[in-house]
């Protein structure tokens, strides 16, 4: 089945320093989006992607993060200059181009990266 | 955005015990989604609900859109240990396909 692909599962930053956490969406999927999910808390939207452009995005999502799609297969989120609050799971998702009622059935999550800022 | 409440906050049950959770929403949801997390994964779609009053099952899950659609339901019939796990349920807000999540069960079997 086909899967959204993570890496790293793990990353330990310092505090101030910029990250990147990459995503390699289903092939033939063309919607994209990141979701965080701070420890013990639900899992809340940031950013969606569609047509090389932002379609929407949360008040999460401030200037300090950013996305791109810099070729065919990766997804990126970036955050420039890190904070402790930014320590959680960053799930990466993606969907095909079901409209309405059918937009849901291809949603695929990855497994996340778990980023620590210390 | 809009907030959804999600109970119980967790379960501890034994095997073979059904299982009901509830979400509701302080507004309208269009769509309402359920989704299980297990450790050190994302989140896996269970159900997807699309009309009020819709009822949904998939093998021993049923789900429901409430008809106010303001609330949703998911029932577990005679659970097993592999039905550990986070359960969530989503809703979809009126803008774009951004997904709204509820806090979730965490959900104990004990053989």
């Known amino acids: 089945e086909p899967e959204v692909t993570q890496t790293p599962s793990h990353q330990v930053t310092q505090m101030g320093q910029e990250v990147i956490l990459r995503c390699v969406p289903i092939?033939?999927?063309?919607?994209f989006y990141w979701y965080r999910q701070i420890l013990g808390q639900k899992v809340e939207f940031l950013v969606s992607f569609y047509n090389n452009e932002i379609s929407e995005k949360s008040e999460i999502f401030d200037d300090q993060f950013s996305v791109e799609r810099p070729d065919g297969s990766n997804f990126t989120l970036k955050i420039r200059s890190t904070k402790l609050e930014d320590s959680a799971m960053y799930f990466c998702a993606s969907r095909g181009s079901g409209q309405g009622e059918y937009s849901h059935r291809g949603y695929t999550f990855g497994s996340g990266t778990r980023l620590t800022v210390v | 955005g809009q907030q959804l409440n999600q109970s119980p906050q967790s379960m501890f049950i034994q095997e073979g015990e059904d299982v009901s959770m509830n979400c509701t929403s302080s507004s309208i949801f269009n769509t309402w989604l359920w989704y299980k997390q297990e450790p050190g994964e994302g989140p896996v779609l269970l159900i997807a609900l699309y009309k009020a009053g819709e009822l949904t099952s998939n093998g021993r899950l049923t789900a429901q859109f409430g008809i106010t659609r303001k609330d949703s339901f998911l029932n577990i019939s005679a659970s097993i240990p592999s039905d550990v796990g986070i359960y969530f349920c989503?809703?979809?807000?009126?803008?774009?396909?951004?997904?709204?999540f509820g806090k979730g069960t965490s959900l104990l079997v004990t053989p």
């Open positions: 989503a809703g979809h807000p009126n803008s774009g396909y951004a997904l709204n």
């Open positions: 092939s033939n999927h063309l919607y």
